[in-house]
T-cell receptor
Framework: GDSVTQMEGPVTLSEEAFLTINCTYT??????LFWYVQYPGEGLQLLLK?????DKGSNKGFEATYRKETTSFHLEKGSVQVSDSAVYFC?????????????FGTGTRLTIIP | NAGVTQTPKFRILKIGQSMTLQCTQD?????MYWYRQDPGMGLKLIYY???????DKGEVPNGYNVSRSTTEDFPLRLELAAPSQTSVYFC?????????FGQGTRLTVV
């Protein structure tokens, strides 16, 4: 079945540092890929998405590119802020009828130190 | 626009009790999901539904039941609560790509 493998955490960075959180996936067909963010005590919010190969999703300074050849969707940000501290989840949704599950990685806790 | 609404937000159950976690969405989405999130862990899919009258098991369905009599509502039923069901439960709905999540229900079984 579909699966998402996500970089183990926690990750601690200083403010203005460069961020990469790795995500690779296994899926049949052409899934859609997502990054969700969860702030303390809240539900998950969509951060960005990409629905086909070579698409780049971007939002709030975060970017991720759908790489079918390496089955990856790594999250990057050039200069992190304290307010980016949260848990980040990589996810995919199936593209085929009968494969409607939304599958998540284990999450990566990010802490930014001032 | 309320999105996905979950009730209650918090609940403490005694072992062996039962309860229903409510989930309602007002976006007319066909797909709905129930996940549990254990402390420091990712999300595990309990049950999901692709439309009214249709439900299917996820990764961890044991000890839970669901129904989907309307597009809007997707309640999760816990029968005979056990300490292993202590978790935060999230409901989500989806149409096409983006999924929308409720705020979660924090359940403690003692």
């Amino acid at each position: 079945g579909d699966s998402v493998t996500q970089m183990e955490g926690p990750v601690t960075l200083s403010e203005e540092a460069f961020l990469t959180i790795n995500c690779t996936y296994t899926a049949t067909g052409y899934p859609s890929l997502f990054w969700y963010v969860q702030y303390p005590g809240e539900g998950l919010q969509l951060l960005l998405k990409a629905t086909k190969a070579d698409d780049k999703g971007s939002n709030k300074g975060f970017e991720a590119t759908y790489r079918k050849e390496t089955t990856s969707f790594h999250l990057e940000k050039g200069s992190v802020q304290v307010s980016d501290s949260a848990v980040y989840f990589c996810a995919l949704s199936g593209s085929n009828f009968g494969n409607e599950k939304l599958t998540f990685g284990t999450g990566t806790r990010l802490t930014i130190i001032p | 626009n309320a999105g996905v609404t979950q009730t209650p937000k918090f609940r403490i159950l005694k072992i062996g009790q039962s309860m229903t976690l409510q989930c309602t969405q007002d976006m007319n989405h066909n797909y709905m999901y129930w996940y549990r999130q254990d402390p420091g862990m990712g999300l595990k899919l309990i049950y999901y539904s692709v439309g009214a009258g249709i439900t299917d098991k996820g990764e961890v369905p044991n000890g839970y039941n669901v129904s989907r009599s309307t597009t809007e509502d997707f309640p999760l039923r816990l029968e005979l609560a056990a300490p292993s069901q202590t978790s935060v439960y999230f409901c989500a709905s989806r149409e096409n790509t983006e999924a929308f999540f409720g705020q979660g229900t924090r359940l403690t079984v003692v």
